[in-house]
């Protein structure tokens, strides 16, 4: 067993035997790649001129005084293509430049980090190929048309239950036998190791400034750390710099769909147990017999039936807790920041924003809370006017 590939009993490297080479091969790339100061120069230098980075660290100050604690977001928003993917995105590819690669292939379920690949492939010159279920091909066809425009080809899945996990495990066969000249860009802090440390080493510029950002303007950290968790990404960037402060209390939430007694819902933390998917051990939502069961939310983005193998070790270890919240309690989130900041959040966001809320009755005023906002919401906009036209949202 390769013991460094392991987060305590979680992660690993699940695959065929003729992928391992590659893993061992891209992890030194990575790790090398990390090291050298003229390719970290070059990334920071993207996130700056490409992405728009740093993004600001906002006090909400009416949401504040609504929710009863000071309430910081750090806008992730704000970044090219409209959320946080894109920061792993020109990680990945300039990596994969590094490494001689002249094509990129991705999965993507809602399509967002097929879009954020399709950019990034554009930016860098590379072709771009994109795995999607032929379901999520017809219920996401802005970002289909999106991609396309871009110049990736999207191809449809048809396998399974046509979303995101039959997308990924199609990706994954498709670059065991591609790998020479293929590099697969993993939009999540999820897969074989080392996608978990990339995705997190790409995402910890998250936390790196909001730390920093917070420390200019209150004095100390944070009493709170908080985020949405799909596959983990954006939570694990918010809270990497913090892990090692023990004051800092980390929270990561999930969806919960139509509630968990009901079975709809996406909650791998609270409900799943270990098994292994797309490579990687961690908590899954499964049957008895093991079998990976659909997850469910209203926000797309969540819509993930496990979780990243990091994020298993800090709940298992106690270190970071883990918490789910409705959909329609994070739609109602969602219209109070809206109307009480003039942001509209994306949905997967707005799941932080409806616990803030719950956490909040608990802290004060003097005390502050640091909330990940991944994403913008402007993709979510049919969904939100079907959500409050009474129309719900029925799966
Ligand atoms: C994809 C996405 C998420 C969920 O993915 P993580 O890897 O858990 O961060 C959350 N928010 C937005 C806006 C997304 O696009």
Redesign the pocket.
Known sequence: MNKKAYYGEFGGQYVAESLMNTLEELDAAFEDAIRDPKFMEQYHDYLRQYVGRETPLYYAKRLSEAYGTKIYLKR??LNHT????INNVIGQILLAKRMGKTKVIAETG?G??GVATATGAALFDMECTVYMGKEDIERQKLNVLRMEMLGASVVSVESGSNTLKDATNEAIRTWAKTAEDTFYVI???VGPYPYPKMVKEFQSVISREAKRQHMEIEGRNPDVVM?????????IGMFAEFIGEPEVALIGVEAAGLGIETGKHASAMALGAPGVLHGMRSYLLQDENGNVQLAHSISA??DYPGV?PEHAYLRDTGRASYVSVTDAEAMDALVELCRLEGIIP?I??AHALAYAKKKAKEMTMEQSMVLCL???GDKDVNTISDYLAGKGYLN
Do not use: I, P, T, Y
Request: proline residues 0%.
């Open positions: 992730e928003d409209g959320a946080h993917k809602a967002q980090h939009g999540s802090a985020a949405c968790v799909g596959g983990g990404s954006n939570s983005g969540l990243g994306a997967e966001s991944s994403g913008r």
